[in-house]
């Protein structure tokens, strides 16, 4: 019947009969492109395109469970959205031969007689998989250009980059992941980033979007994207660098300043790679001439790529996946780099000594250079303590990078004895004043060797209810009671201790690291 569902065929079934007129029936179709295995097959098949009034057979290919089976309506077919199902399946025309088709004689939809069954065959050996790119753990989101100006011929070359693109990136559960969003006259989620883990399986997804045609608005594509792309529940990762890829071929039929304004606003890097760009006859009927520097997250040309055509894209592939690997220059707007007020609580007391001290200078000057300080970027503050406290510089005295590194350099060690308790109040009372800071996250380090003559855990508890995120790096003799005290939460996440001052170096990167997913999960 045409409303036999994927989960009611034996495994063996990889071929299926559908009877005419199943266009007439209510079918329950759940999913876009991949279907959850409670769907009808044939309503599949019609949704899908793959058949029509007059029925006709049908490849089925099974695929695991998955989250997010999106809805849509095609080809008088309304899907619905499910959650999640335990397995999927799609649909594709068949490559049976015509006799076997034409034996088919039966109004009901049946596996085809004779491909029930599949006979053993000796598979070729499995070729080893390639690991996962474990240093470019970023989350993408490509935007199909389904105009009609790229065409059929085209929009199947730029599906085979982007699988190509996949595949260079090597995707996986701990490296890059990758989602789709078709840009026509309507954006159009085809798959997030939960759904696919492994170059192969997002390389079939790819195969099976189907081209749309329309206006190529991809401004309302980046909008949805931003709205309705970037969700953990969809897959999104937090503390992750998020991406829009955005493929435009010719030039696009909307406005694309305002979308990528809202996207930097929501710390999302946007890429534009533009092919087949407009020759000088066309120019008058591009909307803004301007769009590549306006969509994107920089105008310094990292962000950008432009392809000549779809017929010589291969030497592109890795360029373009080296760029988005680049994490240390994903800078987009209100990112952990640009969008911090970053202050430092540096133990001046006897115990450690000035060439001890150096070091520690060293380490949160490492620190302060990974981050974009400027007057509407990150800014940098620095209190020295003993017994007593000074304030070496504010949040607003050195925005220029240059200017902070130095006056870290600089700071003159004091000498005395240790009250760290004191010194997080002093800081939370004249550092993080709302007058001095820039707009972003507020972290505070605190770097110490010893026990603190007064309590931490109250002044540490009364920074945090003020909206303060608390590192603690202890040295030598610090205890680790004090440093847990301090820290925020999770505190393995937020405390480091090594026994030598020499030791620092190796907590600038976690402790970078740290900020910016403490920065992504609260924005």
Partial sequence: MCGTRAVDLPDSAHLLLCPANC???????????????????????????????????????????????????????????????????????????????????????????????????????KKPTMPENRECQVDIAVLLDSSYHIGQRRFNLQKNFIGRLAAMLKIGPDGPRVGVVQTSETPRIEFFLGNYSMPKDVIFALKEISYIGGNTNTGKAILHTVRNFFNPEYGVRRGHPRIIVAFIDGWPS?????????????????????????????????????????????????????????????????????????????LCSKTCYNSVNLGFLIDGSSSVGDANFRLVLSLLSSIARNFDISDIGSRVGAIQF????????????????????????????????????????????????????????????????????????????????????????????????????MASEPKDTHTFFTREFTGLEQFEQPIVRAMCRDFTEVN
Avoid at 35 to 49: L, Q
Avoid at 265 to 270: F, K, L, P, Q
Avoid at 293 to 301: E, M
């Fill in 23 to 125: 266009t007439l029936w209510k079918l329950s179709v759940f999913g876009s492109g991949v279907y959850a295995s409670i769907s009808s097959v044939c309503g599949a098949a019609v949704h899908r395109g793959i058949i029509g009034v007059s029925g006709g057979p049908l490849e089925i290919h099974k695929m695991p469970g998955r989250t997010n089976y999106l809805s849509s309506y095609s080809h008088g077919v309304q899907s619905q959205s499910i959650s999640r199902w335990s397995s999927s399946f799609t649909v594709a025309r068949t490559i049976s031969s015509p006799m076997e088709v034409s034996s088919q004689t039966s109004s009901s939809a049946i596996p085809v007689p004779g491909t029930a069954v599949k006979k053993p065959v000796k598979k070729a050996p």
């Fill in 254 to 330: 909307d406005n694309l300043e305002d979308a990528a304004v809202m996207a930097r606003e929501s710390g999302i890097n946007v890429f534009l790679v533009s092919v087949a760009k407009p020759i000088p006859e066309e120019m008058g009927l591009v909307r803004d001439q301007d769009f590549m520097r306006k969509a994107v997250c920089k105008d310094n040309g990292f962000f950008t790529m432009t392809m000549p055509s779809w017929f010589s894209t291969n030497k592109f592939v890795k360029p373009l996946a080296q760029k988005l690997c680049s994490i240390d220059q994903l």
């Fill in 386 to 485: 003993t017994y007593d406290q000074r304030l070496e510089f504010g949040f607003n005295e050195h925005t220029r990078k240059d200017d902070a590194l130095k006056a870290i350099q600089n700071i003159p060690y004091m000498s005395g004895g240790t009250a760290t308790g004191d010194a997080i109040t002093y800081a939370v009372e004249n550092l993080f004043q709302p007058r001095t800071m820039g707009l972003g996250r507020k972290f505070l380090i605190i770097v110490t060797d010893g026990q603190s003559y007064d309590d931490v855990r109250g002044p540490a508890i009364a920074a945090q209810r003020a909206g303060i995120t608390v590192f603690s790096v202890g040295v030598a003799w610090a205890p680790m009671e004090d440093l847990r005290a």
